[in-house]
């Protein structure tokens, strides 16, 4: 059995990290493509070193652009590998630009389509994320999801066939690392577990318009006279925050350049709270039983909203979210057991004789 295995930004790197270990304990063959799509050391090599993911057969290169440029360019690199390659099988991840051209090539060219994290759906329904899924979707033959919640979206749908919930493989590779999460920021910065909180934001709608981020900084400029936070500033954000001159609303927080996985989870491990925009650390927060301020009119992980485990927040309220009292008892199981890695190969291996 061949299978290619199509990736592109840092959610798909750290799923695929589980999945090539089940392939290679499987005696499967697996080639590896990378679109390039998230090209910065940070974003891309840095994953690579840590998860120790194998070096891709093939590296399209295509870096960044407009949304239709770089799904063009990603398809038509991507054909030419799928026509040599011939595989039985194309597994997409996630909600990128790099899914939905691989689902489309898999597609016209007859070739069966896997879509890991199948039936996660959000408002609005204009996100370039919330498109491709619900496209990707459409066209993949087993859809493999990753809550019961996202089960139940696609039966809204009238998606009922190939549909399959294994869980999250997320949580597959946090029970796998734990012990090598690192603590060096943590104890170099001095911090004390539990009395900090950790903070990312990148996304277009907070950063990119200066009276937004500059609403959402003032919360956050009014939470650090009373909790530290740590807050590793994304590029895009950086940049935002200099051309829009709104340095002085951090001062008092601990700015850090971007870091790796397993210093991430070592920090969200210690921490008291998080605050994001980040689709893979609201659940990464649950993960470490931590609960996540999600800075987002709407979150692909609803389940853990209507659990109240998390909360949604704005420019308006996220002070009030951050220390609002929430005293609901941690909920077991929401994403499966930690081996959906296990179930999805099971599946191929059964399915795919």
Not at 41 to 50: L, R
Not at 223 to 252: M, W
């Amino acid at each position: 059995m061949k299978i290619i295995s199509l990736i592109g930004a840092r959610p798909q790197f750290i799923k695929e990290a589980v999945l090539h270990k089940e392939f290679e304990k499987n005696g499967i063959n697996e080639i590896l493509v990378h679109s390039g799509q998230h090209y910065d050391k940070n974003m891309s090599d840095i994953f690579f070193q840590t998860l120790n993911i194998k070096d891709p057969d093939y590296y399209l290169n295509v870096g960044s652009g407009n949304h239709g440029e770089m799904t063009g360019k990603i398809m038509m690199e991507f054909e030419k590998i799928v026509l040599k390659e011939k595989p039985d099988i194309i597994l997409v991840y996630g909600d990128t630009n790099t899914t939905l051209a691989g689902a489309l090539i898999a597609s016209k060219l007859k070739i069966p389509v896997a879509h890991v994290e199948a039936g996660i759906r959000q408002e609005p329904k204009d996100m370039p994320e919330e498109i491709n899924r619900v496209l990707t979707d459409r066209i993949s033959n087993y859809l493999f999801c990753p809550s019961q919640l996202a089960v139940e979206n696609l039966k809204k749908e009238n998606i009922t066939e190939g549909v399959y919930f294994v869980g999250d493989i997320m949580y597959d590779l946090y029970k796998i690392m734990e012990k090598q999460f690192k603590y060096e920021i943590f104890e170099k910065l001095k911090l004390k577990e539990n009395k900090y909180i950790l903070m990312t934001m990148h996304r277009d709608f907070n950063v990119d318009k200066k009276e937004k981020l500059e609403k959402i900084l003032k919360q956050i400029e009014k939470i650090s006279k009373e909790k530290t936070i740590v807050f590793p500033i994304h590029p895009r954000t950086q940049k935002r925050v200099k051309e829009f001159k709104l340095e002085k609303y951090l001062e008092k927080v601990i700015m850090l350049e971007p870091i790796d996985y397993l210093n991430l989870m070592g920090l969200t491990k210690k921490s008291w709270k998080i605050i994001t925009d980040s689709g893979g650390l609201q659940k990464e927060a649950y993960f470490a039983k931590k609960q996540a301020i999600v800075i987002m009119p709407d979150t692909g992980w609803r389940e853990l909203i209507e659990l109240k485990w998390n909360s949604l927040a704005n420019e308006k309220n996220l002070y009030e979210k951050v220390f609002e009292e929430n005293k609901v008892k941690y909920p077991e199981n929401v994403y499966g057991n930690g081996n959906s890695g296990e179930r999805i190969i099971k599946f191929f291996k059964s399915k795919l004789k």
